[in-house]
C-alpha cells in the first residue's frame, strides 16, 4: 500500500466516524437481531449469517430463537430437534458447534455468555471474525471485524490489489481494519462497514453515487471500484452422480437412514445410498449403496425422481429409485439410525435440502408403492 497508507488510514477513519456511523444510523436495515441486543442473540445471527444471505437467515432467526430461547436451553437439546430447527439453511456444522459452545457455556461460565475476547474465541466454531463480532456489538469491546463486505470495502476504499483468497493478504486487510477503528464505537463502526457492504459497495453494481465514503475511497476517484477485490480464478467444481432408495415395506412405511455425527450433514436423516462408482449403473450403485449402508438386499424399481443440487464445494445429480428389501434386516452399518416411518412422519425428521425434494415428491403422492 506503500508510505501514504498512514494518511489514507487517518483519512478513511475520520470519514467512517464523521459520515459512515451517521448514515448508518439513519439508513440501516431493521434487522430482528439488531432490536434487543444480547451476546447469546448477536452469537446466533452471526453464526446463521456465516455463508448465509440475510433474507434466508431471518425466518430461520425467528424460528431457532421460540425453540431455544436461552443458552441452556440450547444446551440441552437433542440432535433431532436441533437439527430439524436448522433444516435447510446448510453448513450443518454450525449447528453442531452452537450446541456444544452452549454446552461449554453452561460447564464452565455458569451459564452467561463469556465477555473475554480469547474466552469467546475458543468456543467450537467461533473464528477470529466472529469473535471480534460478539465482543464489539454485544459487549462494546474494540475489535475489528473482517468479512466478506469489510474486505469489498476496504480494498477499495485503499485500491489494495492483493488475492483476497491468500492468508497473508487478510492479515494485511486485518491490520487495516484494525487501525482504522474507531475506539470506543467499535461496534457502530463495524456493522456501518458491513452494511455499507451490503446495501451499497456491491460486488458488481456499487452505488457510488450514494455512498458517503466516495471522497476518501481510492478505487471510486480511479474510476474502477470493481477492480477490487482481486482474488484468484475460481476452481472448476466437483460433480458427483448420487443414488438413493426409497424402501418401501408391506405397511407403506419408507426407512429412512441417520448420517454419523462426524460425516458431511451429521446427524441429518436420509434417504440411504450414496455416490456412484466409475462406470456403474445407478440402480447397481442404490443396490450396492443400501446393501454396504443396511446390510440389506434390495429389488429397485423405476426412478421417482433426480435432484440436483449445489453444495459449497461440489455439485450432485440424485437419483431416486423406489425399492423393496428381498433379503436381510436392515443394520447400522454405515450409519448412526435407521426407522421405519409413515410418509406422514417424515416432516418429524430433519433432512438436508436435497432430500427435502424427495419427501416434498412423496407427500404429494397418493400411495406408496414399487413402480
Not at 90 to 112: D, F, P, T
Request: with cysteine; proline share 6%.
Amino acid at each position: 500500500m506503500g508510505a501514504p497508507l498512514d494518511q489514507a488510514k487517518r483519512r478513511v477513519q475520520r470519514a467512517i466516524k464523521r459520515r459512515l456511523i451517521p448514515w448508518f444510523l439513519t439508513h440501516q436495515r431493521d434487522l430482528p437481531w439488531r432490536r434487543n441486543r444480547t451476546p447469546y442473540r448477536v452469537w446466533i445471527a452471526e453464526s446463521m449469517l456465516t455463508q448465509t444471505r440475510v433474507d434466508q437467515v431471518i425466518p430461520y432467526y425467528r424460528r431457532f430463537l421460540r425453540a431455544f430461547p436461552s443458552i441452556r436451553r440450547l444446551a440441552g437439546a437433542s440432535s433431532d430437534a436441533l437439527m430439524k430447527q436448522w433444516e435447510g439453511l446448510g453448513y450443518y456444522s454450525r449447528a453442531r458447534n452452537l450446541r456444544a459452545a452452549a454446552q461449554i457455556i453452561v460447564a464452565e461460565h455458569g451459564g452467561r455468555f463469556p465477555r473475554n475476547y480469547e474466552a469467546i474465541r475458543a468456543l467450537p466454531g467461533v473464528g477470529p471474525y466472529m469473535a471480534a463480532a460478539i465482543a464489539s456489538l454485544a459487549f462494546g469491546q474494540n475489535y475489528a471485524v473482517l468479512d466478506g463486505n469489510v474486505i469489498r470495502v476496504l480494498t477499495r476504499l485503499f485500491a489494495y490489489d492483493g488475492d483476497t483468497s491468500k492468508g497473508a493478504t487478510r492479515r494485511v486487510l486485518q491490520s487495516v481494519a484494525d487501525d482504522v477503528l474507531i475506539p470506543g464505537q467499535a461496534g457502530e463502526g463495524n456493522e456501518a462497514l458491513m452494511e455499507l457492504g451490503a446495501t451499497v459497495c456491491l460486488p458488481r453494481n456499487p452505488l457510488c453515487a450514494h455512498c458517503p465514503m466516495a471522497s476518501v475511497c481510492a478505487g471510486y476517484q480511479a474510476g474502477e471500484p470493481t477492480a477490487y477485490p482481486r482474488r484468484s480464478p475460481k476452481k472448476k467444481v466437483p460433480h458427483k452422480e448420487v443414488g438413493a432408495g426409497v424402501i418401501v415395506n408391506r405397511k407403506g412405511q419408507v426407512l429412512i437412514a441417520q448420517r454419523r455425527a462426524e460425516a458431511m450433514l451429521g446427524g441429518l436423516w436420509e434417504f440411504p445410498g450414496g455416490t456412484c462408482e466409475a462406470g456403474e449403473a445407478m440402480p447397481d450403485c442404490v443396490a450396492r449403496e443400501l446393501r454396504e449402508e443396511l446390510g440389506i438386499g434390495v429389488e429397485i424399481g423405476d426412478r421417482l425422481m433426480v435432484v440436483r443440487h449445489a453444495y459449497s464445494h461440489f455439485t450432485i445429480a440424485l437419483h431416486v429409485y423406489w425399492c423393496r428389501i428381498r433379503k436381510g434386516r436392515p443394520r447400522p452399518i454405515e450409519c448412526a439410525d435407521y426407522r421405519w416411518c409413515t410418509i406422514a412422519d417424515l416432516r418429524q425428521y430433519p433432512f438436508s435440502r436435497a432430500d427435502l425434494h424427495v419427501v416434498d415428491k412423496l407427500m404429494m403422492a397418493r400411495h406408496v408403492q414399487l413402480q
